[in-house]
């Protein structure tokens, strides 16, 4: 009777534990990462804020839209996710080094008929049947040890894809958004041009009513008009259209009023460091080659849990019976049977599938380990790009603005002269257009070197949020 106590007790506790650790404990095994206890974040730490609502009747700060990307995009989602996986299977290593206990409880009813010649009264049995069992591995040489790593590596592969997620997604947004500025500011500038153009049409018509020049200096403004205004109209198509690339980016309906803040008429460049500090905090940053890199580790650990696999196992076993075993009907008297015991399983011949399955594991490896390197060169590779195009986009950056500085004043003094009867028409036209192309010049250096740091970060791995709204901020 003691026996049948203790075993119901056993068998009640371990109904109400399971259950309970499920719903008291979420994470019993502590295999969950910070990043799942504490949400997603940015690579440099910083929180990714989805609560907050964007004001799309403001202008569109940089950082609101990178929030909104973040926060829309299913790849991502998809990533997070992974992490939850994988969290699941390091849950699963680390379970098997713990015992597993199963009960059954049986209520049976026993009929014995015998044949009429043997004159023998037939009987039955009713009794409850109660079976426990435990199992518990002790020594693998390593099997267990090694799929551990291996989950943990994955788990490390799978926030690391997380954060390449969150880098391709924060480079693709911030890309839109400032070629949507630079769209914008190639637009104002056409208009801009435009306006200069139906001024000087203006002042040719009137010196033309007044005799003061011929109906030459009409047309040739005219002409010039209808060019700026071409030029403005497929400018504003532009801008529309990569507006509408931004909103895509985003994740948000196209049919979503966005206003974009001006283009900076300044802005300050940032110091480009030496090329073999880039190259460092890409081998030791970049979220793409710490992937590889873990993956790599764990199929490294994989080959020892293959291997392991094959080699004796050593087991401790336990079971308690009360009124039999199970499927075996009750036991004719009331009885409580125990035993524990060491079990060791020696693997002979499996035919050679683990001799292959080692192979398979190690040639995993190789696979891994080249795709490593060919991930880091590449990598490398768009770095040293990038800090080339960087170099040269921060020269273009000074040299860009002296040009729209000279050509802004020839055009304040052919503008002059004009009015003054001392310049012609043609030198007027001569110093808009050359302003023109200034204006592009210079909003084409800010766009290139926006973009080519942009990419310089991208490439290294450290793109993280924003400190500021603005282009400034680069």
């Given at each position: 009777m003691n026996a049948r106590k203790v075993f119901v007790t056993f068998c009640l506790l371990g109904l109400w534990v399971q259950p309970a650790a499920s719903d008291m404990l979420d994470d019993p095994l502590l295999a969950q990462?910070?990043?799942?206890?504490?949400?997603?974040?940015?690579?440099?730490?910083?929180?990714?804020?989805?609560?907050?609502?964007?004001?799309?009747?403001?202008?569109?700060?940089?950082?609101?839209?990178?929030?909104?990307?973040?926060?829309?995009?299913?790849?991502?989602?998809?990533?997070?996710?992974?992490?939850?996986?994988?969290?699941?299977?390091?849950?699963?290593?680390?379970?098997?080094?713990?015992?597993?206990?199963?009960?059954?409880?049986?209520?049976?009813?026993?009929?014995?008929?015998?044949?009429?010649?043997?004159?023998?009264?037939?009987?039955?049995?009713?009794?409850?049947?109660?079976?426990?069992?435990?199992?518990?591995?002790?020594?693998?040489?390593?099997?267990?040890?090694?799929?551990?790593?291996?989950?943990?590596?994955?788990?490390?592969?799978?926030?690391?894809?997380?954060?390449?997620?969150?880098?391709?997604?924060?480079?693709?947004?911030?890309?839109?958004?400032?070629?949507?500025?630079?769209?914008?500011?190639?637009?104002?500038?056409?208009?801009?041009?435009?306006?200069?153009?139906?001024?000087?049409?203006?002042?040719?018509?009137?010196?033309?009513?007044?005799?003061?020049?011929?109906?030459?200096?009409?047309?040739?403004?005219?002409?010039?008009?209808?060019?700026?205004?071409?030029?403005?109209?497929?400018?504003?198509?532009?801008?529309?259209?990569?507006?509408?690339?931004?909103?895509?980016?985003?994740?948000?309906?196209?049919?979503?009023?966005?206003?974009?803040?001006?283009?900076?008429e300044r802005v300050n460049p940032a110091d480009i460091h030496d090329l073999n500090q880039w190259l460092k905090q890409a081998q030791s940053r970049h979220p793409a080659i710490s992937q590889a890199r873990a993956k790599w580790q764990a199929d490294q650990d994989k080959i020892i849990q293959v291997r392991s696999d094959g080699l004796p196992t050593l087991d401790m076993t336990a079971h308690i019976s009360r009124n039999g075993f199970p499927n075996q009907g009750l036991s004719s008297i009331s009885q409580t049977d125990k035993d524990i015991g060491l079990t060791v399983s020696v693997p002979l011949f499996d035919g050679f599938s683990r001799h292959y399955k080692i192979e398979e594991a190690r040639a995993q490896a190789e696979q891994s380990a080249a795709q490593l390197e060919d991930t880091t060169a590449h990598i490398l590779t768009d770095v040293v790009k990038a800090w080339a195009d960087a170099k040269t986009a921060l020269g273009v950056l000074t040299v860009s603005q002296q040009l729209l500085d000279a050509a802004q004043a020839s055009v304040d003094s052919s503008r002059r002269r004009y009015d003054k009867n001392v310049a012609d028409i043609l030198e007027v036209l001569n110093t808009q257009s050359a302003l023109a192309d200034a204006q592009q010049q210079r909003i084409q250096a800010i766009a290139e070197w926006q973009s080519a740091r942009l990419s310089l970060l991208a490439n290294t791995g450290i793109l993280s949020q924003l400190p500021a709204a603005d282009a400034s901020a680069f």
């Open positions: 990462p910070v990043q799942l206890q504490d949400g997603a974040t940015l690579p440099d730490a910083s929180r990714i804020d989805c609560a907050s609502a964007v004001d799309f009747t403001q202008p569109l700060a940089l950082t609101d839209a990178v929030d909104t990307a973040l926060c829309n995009n299913p790849q991502i989602r998809a990533t997070w996710a992974e992490i939850k996986v994988q969290s699941g299977v390091v849950g699963e290593a680390r379970a098997a080094y713990l015992p597993t206990i199963t009960g059954s409880v049986s209520r049976l009813k026993d009929t014995t008929t015998y044949s009429s010649d043997s004159h023998q009264p037939s009987s039955t049995n009713i009794g409850n049947q109660f079976y426990g069992t435990l199992n518990w591995r002790l020594f693998d040489f390593g099997g267990r040890s090694a799929n551990r790593e291996a989950a943990n590596e994955m788990l490390l592969a799978a926030i690391a894809g997380h954060d390449a997620a969150l880098q391709k997604t924060m480079a693709s947004v911030i890309q839109s958004w400032f070629e949507a500025m630079t769209s914008q500011a190639v637009m104002n500038a056409r208009q801009q041009i435009a306006q200069l153009a139906q001024q000087t049409l203006t002042v040719a018509q009137r010196r033309e009513s007044k005799g003061a020049t011929t109906q030459d200096d009409t047309l040739q403004a005219a002409t010039a008009l209808a060019k700026a205004q071409l030029n403005a109209m497929h400018a504003e198509g532009d801008y529309q259209k990569n507006l509408a690339l931004l909103k895509q980016a985003m994740g948000i309906n196209l049919a979503t009023a966005v206003h974009l803040p001006t283009q900076p």
